[in-house]
């Protein structure tokens, strides 16, 4: 007998697919498990912070979709969401806002959705509405496209939408005059952005056509905010189990080694168990835990960075899934929220989308990949929009994706190139914003990132290789969960709230 503690199953993370296996387990009334966590918090990628009389979010921020998604549910029967989202909503066009959640309605665009360039100057509606038109089409053509004609070859989204997108515009306006050439390259460079948000990729060629339409998107509305949070839908599906949820959630406790055994004398794990099925868990504050079945939820950021240290030994790992963990895109997006004295905007502004007008610069793709970007001087660029928090009147949240380096930077420098930036696209002096909240997903080991996609070269069945168990030959077995493991919701919170119940209900299965 070792002096260890044991237990039959182990979950790592307290993000929700972590929560989601945990509550699975007491619902089911299956104890015999703990839930470690590195930070003192739960929630991972949902981090939802209490400010003054409001709240901010770092993370996830919206529900997406309403038809058959668990997490709507358990918002809209605990009404943790405006009770206007019983209905399933549609967006007026549902077309043009499908991709980006922009609702763009004609009368009021203008006033809701300011489109400015760095002069200063609003670009034409005319142009916005044909471009936007085009390249929201040649967006559903290459989802179409991944579907109807499965490459061999992948090729790169970006190249793909362009091409596209000028077939389509030139049917509407004369793109071999350069100044109209240059708008929609300049447009095609903002809605790029959005989609990087989207998907956390640096570009969108770093996409892959080949598996686009892998995501499948929920019915209804994608951008339902909790009234009090997303840390709300947590509490709420803790809630009913919370003493027991508390008892088997231990906070700092940092997994760094999952040691199996190798079946020979002087493995290391036999320093710890004779027991070959088990396996041996060394967190970084020395604890020791025996158990015979993990639920992994780390991020794929993490994996990416650890896994060849983390499982030992790491030939336990089959080639493929190393090689998945490689190949899967997982990137950074992050806020930047500025907290202003009063606000220097109108108050019916929906968002304001910065429209960068100078492409003499450097040819379209390479600013689009960030070649010979020099990161220091242009982070801001990568900034897409600007929108008003709906939970207070003095706050912007300002999105970014496409470079991380402005985590490195201080509050001060943060706010004084917004304020430069913002004063050139509004065109007037705009007040210093007196706080800044920035979520930093990139620099914190824990995430490495923010959430994952299908990259350029990736093959259809990764997430599923991903997300499958690995058995030792002595019957030890680490489930994957965690967002990136849902084949058709990865990057949502309700792919990793799928992804918990169903590692969960594997071992319940087999309990
Ligand atoms: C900026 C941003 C905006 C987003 N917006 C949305 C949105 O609007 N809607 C939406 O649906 N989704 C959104 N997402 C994605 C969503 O937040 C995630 O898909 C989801 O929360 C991931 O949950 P998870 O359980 O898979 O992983 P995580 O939340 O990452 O949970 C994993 C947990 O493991 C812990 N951990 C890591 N390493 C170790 C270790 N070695 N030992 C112990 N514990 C460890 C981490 O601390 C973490 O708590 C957003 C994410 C970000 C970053």
Redesign the pocket.
């Known amino acids: 007998m070792s002096n260890y503690q044991s237990f039959e199953t182990v979950i790592?993370?307290?993000?929700?697919?972590?929560?989601s296996a945990a509550v699975n387990f007491l619902k089911n009334g299956y104890e015999n498990f703990l839930l470690?966590?590195?930070?003192d918090?739960?929630?991972?990628?949902?981090h939802t912070i209490d400010y003054e009389d409001g709240i901010l979010?770092?993370?996830?921020?919206?529900?997406?979709g309403q038809v058959d998604n668990p997490?709507y549910k358990i918002a809209i029967e605990n009404e943790l969401i405006d009770e206007y989202y019983k209905e399933i909503l549609y967006e007026s066009d549902e077309d043009l806002s499908k991709h980006n959640g922009l609702k763009i309605n004609l009368e009021e665009k203008e006033r809701l959705n300011l489109f400015l360039n760095e002069n200063g100057n609003k670009i034409d509606n005319n142009l916005i509405e044909i471009a936007f038109d085009c390249l929201n089409r040649s967006i559903r053509l290459a989802e179409k496209y991944s579907i109807t004609n499965p490459l061999d070859q992948d090729l790169k989204l970006g190249f793909f939408i362009y091409e596209n997108f000028l077939n389509l515009a030139k049917k509407f306006l004369n793109i071999k005059d350069s100044e109209v050439k240059n708008n929609l390259d300049c447009l095609f460079l903002w809605r790029c952005k959005i989609e990087n948000v989207e998907n956390?990729c640096n570009s969108v060629n770093d996409l892959s056509l080949k598996n686009f339409s892998n995501y499948i998107e929920l019915k209804g509305s994608q951008i339902i905010e909790p009234k009090r949070g997303?840390k709300s839908i947590l509490q709420q599906i803790i809630q009913n189990y919370e003493q027991k949820f508390e008892q088997k959630l231990k906070f700092k406790?940092?997994?760094?080694k999952i040691l199996l055994c190798e079946n020979s004398s002087d493995c290391k794990h036999s320093k710890f168990t004779k027991d070959p099925k088990k396996i041996v868990l060394l967190?970084?504050n020395e604890n020791v835990v025996l158990c015979e079945k993990i639920i992994l939820?780390?991020?794929l950021g993490?994996l990416k960075e650890?896994i060849k240290t983390?499982i030992d030994p790491i030939s336990y790992v089959p080639l493929e899934k190393l090689e998945v963990i490689e190949r899967q895109g997982y990137g950074?997006?992050?806020?930047i929220i500025l907290e202003y004295e009063t606000p220097f905007w109108d108050d019916n502004l929906e968002t304001i989308n910065l429209i960068w007008s100078d492409m003499d610069r450097e040819n379209l793709f390479d600013r689009l990949d960030h070649v010979n970007f020099d990161v220091k001087k242009r982070w801001f660029e990568d900034v897409c929009s600007f929108e008003p928090s709906i939970n207070y009147d003095n706050v912007l949240i300002g999105w970014i994706c496409g470079n991380s380096y402005h985590e490195s930077l201080s509050d001060e420098e943060i706010i004084n190139e917004c304020t430069l930036n913002l004063g050139k696209f509004f065109n007037k002096e705009i007040p210093k914003a007196k706080n800044v909240f920035r979520?930093k997903?990139n620099s914190n080991p824990?995430?490495n990132?923010?959430?994952s996609f299908y990259s350029y070269g990736s093959q259809p069945d990764d997430i599923d290789i991903l997300a499958r168990p690995l058995i030792t030959e002595n019957g030890a077995v680490i489930y994957f969960?965690?967002?990136?493991t849902h084949p058709e919701f990865?990057?949502?919170?309700?792919?990793?709230y799928l992804?918990?119940i169903r590692e969960s209900n594997r071992i319940l299965e087999n309990s």
């Open positions: 790592i993370g307290a993000g929700m697919s972590g929560i470690f966590e590195a930070s918090r739960i929630g991972g990628r949902i979010e770092y993370g996830a921020q919206f529900i997406h997490i956390s997303y406790h940092e997994l760094n967190f970084n939820t780390v991020s993490f650890n983390l950074t997006v992050n806020k979520s997903w824990l995430f990132g923010s959430y969960a965690g967002e990136a990865y990057s949502t919170v309700h792919g990793a992804s918990g």
